[in-house]
């Protein structure tokens, strides 16, 4: 009778770290399944960055006015921060080209911040090219396993002094002193409107 005891209570024990083992493997698939999806939302947000630059890009392409005679300061450089209310709404009405720029900007700006966590956006000349603009979209990004190594290779990135140069032998990254904030992902693209 005591052999039936016992075995009836290694059996509970076999039962239990079996139990146990189901778990933590359950758990760790879970884990799994969450770190897929904050890199695929990561990897999403990027790809939403490039658009936009690519979207900024083709209305600065399609303002031939302000794209023939590239003033300085260009009405499409922006700071971070909400758009400044655009004077006039070029859909309904004839605009000349710095009206469209601001128009354009302010339609730009308000998309990044709706598509992106956080959205915001800077574009600034880039002072290796004065027909080169700098495009550099912000937004909040979950933690993901890479954070770490993408914050060290982002500081590396807005750090560089030797990243670019130009034609002239003047060296820079084009970045004109912007930097990304503390706390946010950012993705910069060149453009040449």
């Known amino acids: 009778m005591k052999r039936s005891t016992n075995s009836r209570g290694i059996a509970m024990i076999e039962a239990l770290v079996a139990m146990l083992v189901l778990s933590l493997g359950v758990l760790g698939l879970a884990r799994l399944q969450v770190s897929a999806l904050t890199e695929s939302r990561n990897s999403n947000a990027r790809a939403v960055a490039v658009q936009m630059a690519n979207d900024l890009a083709e209305r600065m392409q399609s303002n031939a006015i302000v794209r023939q005679t590239n003033p300085t300061p260009n009405p499409y450089e922006t700071l971070w921060g909400a758009p400044a209310a655009a004077g006039t709404d070029c859909l309904a009405t004839a605009c000349n080209g710095t009206q469209l720029a601001a128009f354009d900007l302010r ?61 002239a032998g003047a060296v820079g990254t084009g970045m004109a002193g912007f930097t990304c904030p503390v706390d946010f992902t950012c993705h910069l693209v060149y453009i040449r409107p």
């Open 107 to 167: 339609a730009w700006k308000l998309n990044v911040a709706t598509l992106l966590p956080s959205g915001d956006a800077q574009v600034f000349r880039s002072n290796t090219d004065t027909n080169q603009f700098g495009v550099l979209v912000r937004w909040t990004e979950l933690e993901g396993k890479n954070k770490a190594l993408a914050t060290d290779a982002e500081d590396a990135l807005f750090t560089r002094a030797d990243a670019v140069t130009d034609a």
